[in-house]
């Protein structure tokens, strides 16, 4: 992918089409922001050099989007307030996706090394609706809830350029799967941001830029929701148990390994989704499975 410029905003795209655990960063260059350090190291450490890089955003707390943020360890970092915890300690930052002991084995050492984690305490909280002026633009902070409890978008004015971070419009389709993701939120954050007029949508992984209102392809994001709960209720034609909805693979559509990644995210995604249906009466647990009403 290539790195493009829309005026005073820059994309600067992530290894391997930004696909996890990689993301496409932003920068603007005349305010020296630098969104979501976690594209490609070798291009993050050259702006680090040409010293143009002066504070650091995140969109929030995934450590896909804050792996290279050990490069700038010395710079400003800005995030939304409900984002801010699980940057403090890594354990808060477990516990905030919910991983158990047995999966945290494998996650604390990559936390260490491949993301780089260090605790981190924001020098300055992004506020929903503030208005950042700089010389060549202005953003506005748009709080984005579902995905995490403070991600945030950004709306570049004067380019008209919507950043939309993890709402990335991927045939994956959303994720929700953290404690405090929410499915309903994500929702209606995705259909807020689709009503902000723009002439440049960019994300954080994958296709990345769009160029055309990306019209129907905010439309089957958000269908994926719909099609998994499809898909869940279908299951459920007989009781199952938690264990057997998980093997369904609902969400990655086969056995994926390794299971701390795979089998977390498919079971954090189920429980959101029976959660949903527990709480709408269409579906209740006794003695064990999940069963329809
Ligand atoms: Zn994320």
Redesign the pocket.
Known sequence: MKERHFGPVWFIPGENRGKYPYCHSVFIPDAGILIDPASDRGRLERLREENTVREIWL??W?E??FMHLDLFDDLPLAISAPDTQPLSDLDALLDAYGLDEDFREYWVPLYKDLFHFRPRIPSRILEPGEIVACDSLTIQVISAPG??PG?LAFYFQEPEVLFL??YDLTSFGP?YGDVHSSMSSTIESVRRLQKIPAKVWLT?HETGVFENDPDQIWDKYLQVIQLREEKLLHLLGEPRSMEEIIDACIIYRKKREPRAFFEFGERAHMRKHLEKLTQEGRVVLEKGKYHLL
């Open positions: 969109s929030h995934h896909d989007h995905h995490t991600h971070g993890d994720w954080s």
